[in-house]
């Protein structure tokens, strides 16, 4: 039902400020016994259960998930729908595993049934994983974008995509033009753009598949539409930045190609970032740009580690992702744990309270909805992961020697997957439920 009330109980853990700037005195917010309740897919009220069960109206059904953790749903900025048969493809680096393996896929989506079907299938698997929104890349075909809206839709989720748009380095058949992506992408906008809980997200997939000619028609529409968000990669591998250096000969690097086009604005999404210039860091950040670190894509692919560091000290925002398919992992848990990983290399740490950060208010600010997601707040949206620390056998032992939330969650995002989410919660509807997935009998 789109409309009534229901309130959620168990331990809740979110973030009202970025524990990396404000100290966790500032930015954690834990009630021990909490409730949270919603009406109409809005939080209207949060605090204490023993304070707010009793003033609930007897007819509101309480879900009791004590002990478990309740979360902001988790949001994942950057992957790749059509890549959900490409995931796990070996032995390649970025450009020939595009050719390879992802341009092939990509060209099968174009039929509308086979659009809808990996639509469901990523969906299903975000929702297990406790992602509740994205910044998802779909194919060059418009029938790509209608499917996945459609699920998104279905399932009542904040959702943001785009067509991708791309005139050249790619199979014929998987090509636009400047004028034909221009024209799709407008109706697209018109179609689905503030749809209920769904953006558009202007989409050229890279600078080495679009022509200067494509980059102004992204330009014009990024002019048209200044709210929308855009979605694109930088400098993630080092055939790829050559291959940009030789195709733009005017730029000075990777990142003045969008720059000129007006690419680089707020709610644009830039992912990988891997292999930045201190210039680039800085027009990123002067621009109000987001990076995306990509952590089990950039080592699947052996593309790099991210200077979250660097990134940090120039005043980029950063978001943290998948990047199914190059990434290897729907869970933003393995993610999370990824990324601690690429850092410790770099003699960098990932406390985890900023990992949680990122999967929840971080990277919701990554993506200019902060207004709506991202945190356990009135007024916001009702899009809630309930974790289980004790999900696995090594959980559970681990647990044993744990005594601070701080350690819990360390150990939740270290060893923790998708096998941790309980439940999912979109806009107030269950749309996950871990004890219905297992009794569901074998095929
Ligand atoms: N650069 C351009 N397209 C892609 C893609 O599909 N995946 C990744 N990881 N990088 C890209
Ligand atoms: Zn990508």
Not at 258 to 269: D, M, N, S, T
Not at 270 to 280: K, W
């Amino acid at each position: 039902t789109a409309g009534g009330s229901i309130a959620i109980r168990g331990r809740l853990l979110w973030f009202d400020a970025d524990p990396a700037e404000e100290g966790e005195g500032q930015a954690v917010r834990y009630v021990a016994d909490g409730l949270v309740v919603v009406d109409n897919g809005i939080i209207r009220q949060v605090g204490e259960a023993s304070v707010l069960l009793p003033r609930l109206r007897s007819e509101t059904p309480v879900v009791d998930h004590r002990p478990h953790l309740v979360m902001p749903g988790f949001i994942d900025p950057h992957l790749h729908m059509p890549q959900t048969q490409v995931i796990a493809s070996y032995g390649t680096e970025l450009m020939e595993w595009l050719a390879k393996y992802t341009f092939p896929e990509e060209n099968r989506y174009g039929d509308p049934a086979v659009a809808a079907d990996g639509s469901r299938f990523l969906i299903d698997e975000l929702l297990a994983s406790g992602t509740t929104t994205a910044g998802v890349y779909c194919t060059t075909h418009p029938e790509s974008v209608d499917a996945f809206f459609t699920e998104a839709a279905r399932r009542s989720l904040r959702m943001v995509a785009g067509k991708v748009m791309m005139d050249r380095g790619a199979p014929p058949a998987l090509l636009d033009t400047a004028e034909i992506g221009y024209q799709q992408s407008k109706a697209l906008i018109r179609k689905w753009h503030g749809k209920g809980r769904l953006d558009y997200a202007i989409t050229p997939r890279f600078a080495p598949t679009s022509s200067d000619v494509q980059l102004e028609a992204c330009e014009a529409l990024a002019v048209e539409h200044p709210e929308l968000h855009i979605q694109t990669h930088l400098s993630e591998n080092a055939a790829e930045i050559a291959f940009v250096r030789e195709a733009f000969p005017w730029s000075k690097d990777y990142t003045e190609v969008y720059e000129r086009f007006g690419l680089v604005r707020p709610k644009a999404l830039f992912g990988h970032c891997i292999h930045l210039s201190e210039r680039e860091r800085a027009a990123l950040a002067g621009k109000g740009a987001t990076a995306v670190f990509c952590p089990t894509s950039n080592l699947f692919l052996g593309s790099g580690l991210f200077d979250l560091a660097a990134a940090r000290a120039a005043g980029i925002k950063v978001g943290l992702a998948t990047d199914i398919g190059g990434g290897t992992s729907y869970s933003m848990l393995r993610t999370a744990a990824e990324a601690y990983k690429v850092l410790a290399l770099q003699g960098q740490k990932l406390p985890a309270f900023d990992a949680f950060h990122m999967l929840t208010a971080g990277n919701a600010a990554a993506m200019g909805l902060d207004n709506r997601i991202g945190r356990i707040a009135p007024g916001l949206e009702a899009d809630l992961v309930v974790l289980d620390t004790g999900s696995t056998s090594a959980l559970r032992r681990r647990m044993g020697r744990v005594e601070t939330l701080e350690e819990e969650l360390f150990a939740l995002m270290t060893l923790g997957d998708e096998r941790a989410t309980v439940a999912t919660y979109a806009h107030g509807h269950r749309v996950y439920d871990r004890s219905a997935t297992r009794a569901k009998p074998l095929p």
